[in-house]
T-cell receptor, first 112, second 114 residues
Framework: DAKTTQPPSMDCAEGRAANLPCNHS???????VYWYRQIHSQGPQYIIH???NNETNEMASLIITEDRKSSTLILPHATLRDTAVYYC?????????????FGKGTKLSVKP | ETGVTQSPTHLIKTRGQQVTLRCSSQ?????VSWYQQALGQGPQFIFQ???????GRGNFPPRFSGLQFPNYSSELNVNALELDDSALYLC?????????????FGAGSRLTVL
């Protein structure tokens, strides 16, 4: 599975959009981009995933570049409860789905 | 629908002892995975169970073992505990066959080895 690179930390003002980048330059054609987040003292939580089209759900939007070498997770109106570590993971759809390779992620701090 | 529940939430053991951690899967899920998360690090995959058999394993020694029961609940056993085993142990469940890597995680069991 492709390796990902994320900035170690980011700040965002409450109410503003949080844009979290992820580089995955070695991604293969059959690999999807998944995002999870981990709020302090909790287990990771699934956010969203995509292959090449932009995706949106009730939690966030995922923008994947045309060459698929990078992506951005967007939290449109960040709240204090969005403070968490965000993990970008690339994995083959239908692959050993229990085996997710987490890096160190991006620690997002939403400030009032 | 209930989520993933883990027990105990915290425990303290001494080096050389053995520990058993328990996990109840989310309703409708048939696959369980276990992860170890050291302080300041991302979770690391230990192994996965499907149909009561291990069907994937990360880079962990054999003293880490597990079980999955017919009701899809699971146990993680660690023998001969070492200080470096101190970590948060996370259980995650999913539905094999959906094709999607959407895991539901529990809140974890925090193990301290003295």
């Amino acid at each position: 599975d492709a390796k990902t690179t994320q900035p170690p930390s980011m700040d965002c003002a409450e109410g503003r959009a949080a844009n979290l980048p992820c580089n995955h330059s070695t991604i293969s054609g059959n690999e999807y981009v998944y995002w999870y987040r981990q709020i302090h003292s909790q287990g990771p939580q699934y956010i969203i995933h995509g292959l090449k089209n932009n995706e949106t759900n009730e939690m966030a939007s995922l923008i994947i570049t045309e060459d698929r070498k990078s992506s951005t997770l967007i939290l449109p109106h960040a709240t204090l409860r969005d403070t968490a570590v965000y993990y970008c993971i690339v994995i083959r759809y239908g692959g050993s789905q229990g085996n997710l390779i987490f890096g160190k992620g991006t620690k997002l701090s939403v400030k009032p | 629908e209930t989520g993933v529940t883990q027990s105990p939430t915290h425990l303290i053991k001494t080096r050389g002892q053995q520990v058993t951690l328990r996990c109840s899967s989310q309703s409708g899920h048939n696959t369980v995975s276990w992860y170890q998360q050291a302080l300041g690090q991302g979770p690391q995959f230990i192994f996965q169970y499907y149909r009561e058999e291990e069907n994937g394993r990360g880079n962990f020694p054999p003293r880490f073992s597990g079980l999955q029961f017919p009701n899809y609940s699971s146990e993680l056993n660690v023998n001969a505990l070492e200080l470096d085993d101190s970590a948060l142990y996370l259980c995650a469940s999913s539905f094999e066959g959906s094709g999607a890597n959407v895991l539901t995680f529990g809140a974890g069991s925090r193990l301290t080895v003295l």
